[in-house]
């Protein structure tokens, strides 16, 4: 917070201003359908002025009133739903157990054809390439 702007405050009458460094990039556009720049809710600073304009000066927390706001809502907006994508979530899921079922399998049918020499053995009784890769 940089601070604090008490305008036209009065015995009776609190009007604030509170001033801050914001470091967020925002676009503000000025065409329609841009958006329009986000609210910043600052609680805890006007919670601080109201507190010291109720009770100037006052350290007796028997006479001391208490001020306590929840915070400051925007305007009513249009709502946005929750969009779960279960398929996204869950799809790298089934994908690697696709592969980790799938992979082992494949290895030791290599492996099998490597150490007891089928294609070989079918070359050499007459098969062709194609009638192995169709049995395989």
């Known amino acids: 917070i940089?601070?604090?702007?008490?305008?036209?405050?009065?015995?009776?009458?609190?009007?604030?201003s509170v001033l801050y460094n914001d470091s967020t990039q925002t676009i503000i556009n000025a065409g329609p359908g841009d958006?329009?720049?986000?609210?910043?809710?600052?609680?805890?600073p006007i919670n601080a002025v109201v507190d010291a304009f109720m009770n100037p000066g006052s350290t007796d927390p028997t006479t001391?009133?208490?001020?306590?706001?929840?915070?400051f809502r925007d305007m009513p907006k249009i709502a946005n739903f929750l969009?779960?994508?279960?398929?996204?979530?869950?799809?790298?899921?089934?994908?690697?157990?696709?592969?980790?079922?799938?992979?082992?399998?494949?290895?030791?049918?290599?492996?099998?054809?490597?150490?007891?020499?089928?294609?070989?053995m079918m070359r050499m009784m007459g098969l062709g390439t194609s009638a192995?890769?169709?049995i395989n």
Do not use: H
């Open 35 to 44: 958006p329009s720049p986000p609210w910043i809710r600052l609680s805890q």
């Open 132 to 134: 192995y890769w169709f």
């Open 83 to 120: 969009s779960l994508d279960i398929g996204s979530a869950l799809g790298p899921f089934f994908f690697t157990l696709a592969f980790n079922i799938l992979f082992p399998t494949i290895v030791v049918a290599l492996v099998y054809e490597k150490e007891a020499k089928l294609r070989v």
């Open 2 to 16: 940089g601070g604090y702007d008490l305008l036209n405050t009065q015995a009776r009458t609190l009007n604030v």
């Open 64 to 71: 001391r009133l208490y001020n306590t706001m929840i915070g």
